[in-house]
């Protein structure tokens, strides 16, 4: 690999070079029309402290540790100083949040430092998050507290090695100065110290980028701009034409049924999946009020101010994606005489999901393909039982792994002690592993080693296809909260021994179990573990 300081980083920037840009050039807070991004310079935080970087990150940059770790690249990703080549700006983007229209949104306090290509040809797009004021920042200061930031940065990286596409995050800087926050909307305001993640991506195009443009009827530029993401971010597709424009559709449709088959798998609840806050790439994007399943139930949802309608719950995020590639559809009909065709593509959505949801399926139970006659009713029942007894997702499914069917001898007469011994300490509530759910578990798991003995398969290879879908670490809510409080007293231990967990979250790795364990009582209902506020 080679490996660049940062002077021979190339910039490249198309988004700037191919869009058109705000003619006004002063940063104030406005609707900007008729063009995709402002130019925008990052505030200079008074004393910036490096708390994390990605050296995962790094390399794709081909940044060496030693620049990682050299001043420069404090300066540079803190925002105080701007490399040559680099023209920052921050973009424009509407969006529906919670199923309103919200007009104007926008980069509010994400600024880009533009794009690099490294030496294999790939396009990364460097964005500081935090970095203070922009055009879009509407009433608010352009401004991250580190509590989300750790967040944002811990998570990217933790959905990363856990192959879920999303941005990533390069380093995690403080900056020294504090910033106001309200963060349960309650009238008690405080000063919390502030940070900035910087994140990359090939690009941070959202549905939203393109929703405005019609909103506004700007089509000229709403066909400029899909020009643009096509021949960048998708030119296997070919020239621009109304058939692309059809494909791209249907590769977005595609690649956000991906994602969200990865989030069911993992238990991961985004928790804003408004318009805006959805990438044409199918990357998880915008680490806001995100959780993790615990005990498994479809209406859990981590953000507060859903709390009422649990429009962004676990079990709602399928249908709340096709929800979103719907008005994407709406916002691209301009560029077609009739609705029909992109109708026509959305139903790629529902159909790529079912199969890709099935197959996830097949590969966290370990089977070898989806037999609808008997494994639908295996999988319901299963995930009543996982809710109904509030058991925790992860580790129910980590530890069915284990099980072993030793030889032909008939399920019926195998000790029922035994079999059920590696899920007791899965449930939250001892008290509900009482007589009728441990019939309901053994019986479960009896039908289930009849359908695993059905494939013939022996237990290695299955314990391999589970153990490779069903990660022993995630980035457990009350952990990052742990991780946080430390952080708030200037220890950023935890940061660092967290993200090194979360590289191999499919590997037993000795010592590191108290990174696997259950939330602990303490944590049920304290604020940043099970409830978080979009405040950030
Ligand atoms: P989010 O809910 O984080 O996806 O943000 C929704 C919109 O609010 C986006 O346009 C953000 O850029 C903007 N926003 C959120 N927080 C801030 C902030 N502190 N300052 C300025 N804009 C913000
Ligand atoms: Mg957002």
């Known amino acids: 690999m080679s490996e660049k300081d940062l002077t021979s980083l190339l910039f490249d920037n198309s988004y700037t070079s191919l869009l058109p840009a705000d003619t006004q050039t002063q940063n104030f807070s406005r609707h900007v029309k008729n063009c995709c991004y402002s130019f925008a310079t990052p505030s200079k935080p008074p004393k910036p402290h490096l708390i994390a970087y990605a050296q995962e990150v790094a390399q794709v940059l081909e940044l060496s540790t030693e620049t990682c770790e050299s001043s420069d690249f404090l300066e540079v990703f803190s925002g105080n100083r701007l490399l040559s080549g680099m023209h920052p700006y921050a973009s424009c983007y509407g969006g529906h949040q919670f199923g309103h229209w919200a007009g104007q949104l926008g980069d509010g306090r994400a600024i880009n430092l533009g794009e690099i290509l490294n030496t294999k040809g790939e396009r990364w797009t460097l964005q500081l998050k935090g970095a203070g004021p922009t055009p879009y920042s509407r009433k608010a200061d352009g401004f991250a507290v580190l509590r989300s930031s750790v967040r944002e940065f811990l998570c990217s990286e933790a959905m990363y090695h856990l192959g879920i596409p999303t941005t990533r995050a390069l380093s995690l800087i403080s900056t020294g100065q504090p910033v106001i926050r309200d963060m349960f909307y ?140 719907n008005q994407l559809a709406n916002a691209l009909s301009p560029l077609f005489k009739t609705h029909e065709p992109l109708q026509e593509t959305l139903t790629h959505y529902a159909s790529h999901f079912k199969h890709s949801w099935q197959q996830m399926m097949v590969n966290k139970l370990g089977l070898l393909t989806f037999n609808p006659k008997t494994d639908s009713t295996l999988l319901s029942e299963l995930l009543t039982l996982l809710q109904s007894a509030e058991i925790d997702m992860t580790l129910f499914f980590r530890n069915l792994a284990q099980l072993t069917i030793s030889d032909q001898s008939p399920i019926e007469s195998i000790n029922n002690t035994h079999l059920i011994e590696p899920f007791k300490g899965t449930f939250y509530q001892t008290s509900q592993l009482n007589s009728k759910v441990t019939k309901t578990l053994e019986q479960w798991l009896h039908r289930y080693l009849q359908r695993i003995r059905q494939d013939n398969q022996s237990n290695n290879s299955r314990r391999q296809q589970m153990n490779a879908v069903n990660p022993k670490y995630v980035l457990r809510n009350y952990l990052a909260q742990l991780a946080i409080d430390k952080a708030e007293q200037n220890d950023y231990t935890m940061i660092k021994d967290l993200l090194d967990v979360l590289r191999q979250p499919y590997a037993e790795q000795a010592g590191k179990e108290h990174y696997a364990e259950k939330r602990p009582e303490w944590a049920r209902h304290r604020a940043g573990c099970s409830m978080l506020s979009c405040s950030s």
């Open 186 to 325: 309650d009238g008690h305001p405080k000063a919390e110290p502030g940070a900035i993640v910087c994140r990359v991506a090939p690009s941070f195009t959202r549905f939203g980028h393109f929703q405005i443009l019609t909103a506004r009827d700007e089509i000229d530029l709403l066909k400029r701009h899909v020009d643009y993401t096509i021949t960048t971010d998708f030119p296997h597709l070919g020239p621009p034409s109304k058939s692309v424009y059809l494909k791209w559709f249907e590769e977005i449709c595609t690649k956000t049924a991906e994602m969200i088959v990865h989030w069911m798998r993992v238990g991961f609840v985004h928790g804003v999946m408004n318009t805006d806050n959805m990438s044409v790439l199918g990357l998880t994007i915008d680490y806001g009020p995100y959780g993790w399943l615990e005990n498994y139930d479809p209406h859990w949802t981590p953000n507060t101010t859903d709390n009422e309608n649990r429009r962004y719950c676990f079990g709602n995020q399928p249908h709340i994606a096709l929800w979103n590639l």
